[in-house]
């Protein structure tokens, strides 16, 4: 089974901020990697996907990066209504695993 | 808009069965994979079980190997979850997701209580 680890755990920051996330594969998932946000009593919501392109209706202030074992996440100016945990997730072979996520929380 | 509308779930006793489903509306069902991913208080999601668009492949996560069955009815758009031998560690929210490029709609979730 492929381990996803994200980096930090919590990052504090400001609206306005930019947010920087990543998440290490044990072994390479080429591209396939995707992020998700989640709210509170609400289901993940889908950001990015093959490591770099936007979801339908995603914000160009998302961004994500890497190939191989090393992925960020890129907020570049942080709005309100993205204080919210953030996982990674990768499909190898219909084996999907989920990282520990990371909390962005205001400042 | 496409639309996942989960039911089943609930209180079971550890050893119990349920059945969870997942009905579909606003997009074409029978051309998607879909899945089941779970998510325990305060936890990560967890991938459960993935079902091909044909439904000929079916995909379990170790931990439900063997107790879990995924389906789909393809005419009635029904995605379908049947759990038996549950145990407290299934305790969780379980969401039904299409995929397209990563899961890219879910559900909006079923609570799995398994307890005495």
Redesign the interface.
Known sequence: ?IVLTQSPATLSLSPGERATLSCRASESVISYL?W?QQKPGQ????L???AS?R??GIPARFSGSGSGTDFTLTISSLEPEDFAVY?C?QRSN????????TKVEMK | EAQLLQSGGGLVQPGGSLRLSCAASGFTFSIHPMSWVRQAPGKEPEWVSGISASGGSTYYADSVKGRFTISRDDSKKTLFLQMISLRAEDSAIYYCAKEEMGFDFWGQGTLVTVSS
């Open positions: 089974e995707a998700y289901p993940p919501r889908l990015i996907y093959d392109n979801a339908t996982y997730q219909w084996r999907v695993t989920f990282g520990g996520g």
